[in-house]
């Protein structure tokens, strides 16, 4: 369960930093549009963070079967951070806020 909680978070926080460089979702997130570099930081962010949760996973066991649960992991982060932009988008940095103390504490636990 811990690791479900780390990949999904570090997987939420890179569709949060993906969105975040669409300009719609900056309108709607910042209430105003990113400059270009801050736009392409974010998408920086978001691969690194995806591409992070993706070797987290695979250092769990047979590859094949990491993939496939990486992929269902990246779904379910990928419509909960759809449905906060549809219907909490006043909330939405505080859910990103509270998904990257949840993944702190996930981390934590696991290291204890």
Known sequence: MIWF???????TLGFFALASSMSKHQKQIF????TLQQTRL???VGWLLLIVSL??????????TE???????????ALFVGLCLSYFEQKIK???????LLFI???TLHLI
């Open 5 to 11: 909680l780390i990949i999904w978070t570090l997987a």
């Open 31 to 34: 209430a105003k549009e990113l």
């Open 42 to 44: 974010t998408t920086t």
């Open 55 to 64: 070797l987290i996973c695979l250092t769990q066991g047979h590859w094949s």
């Open 67 to 77: 993939i496939s649960y990486w992929v269902g992991v990246i779904s379910f982060a």
């Open 94 to 100: 505080n859910i990103a806020v509270s998904v990257l």
């Open 105 to 107: 504490f996930s981390l």
